[in-house]
C-alpha cells in the first residue's frame, strides 16, 4: 500500500514584479491563483515540465492580450514591464 499524498515542488525563489491596474488586482489575484494551481496539477498529474508550462502561459497571455483586443506593441509594453529577480 502507498501513501496519497502529492509532493508538490518547493516555492521557486524568483521575486516577480508586476502592477496591475486598481480595479483588476483582484480580478489578477484570483485568476493567478487559480492558474498556479492548474499548472501544478498538471505537472503533478501529467508529469508536464514546467518550462513546457512556462511557454504555454506566455502564449496564453498572448492569447488573452488579442481577447482582451491589446494590440501588439501593447501587449509587449506589458511584457516588458514585468521585472522578474533572483530572490536572495
Known sequence: MSDNVV????KPKLEIVF?????????????????????????VTADVPYASLMEACLLAAANCAKQAGLTADE??????????????
Open 19 to 43: 502592477t496591475p491596474e486598481d480595479d483588476l488586482e483582484d480580478d489578477v489575484d484570483v485568476a493567478h491563483s487559480a492558474l498556479i494551481c492548474n499548472l501544478n496539477g498538471m505537472h
Open 75 to 88: 501587449f509587449n509594453k506589458i511584457m516588458h514591464s514585468i521585472e522578474v529577480m533572483d530572490e536572495d
Open 7 to 10: 509532493q508538490f515542488p518547493r
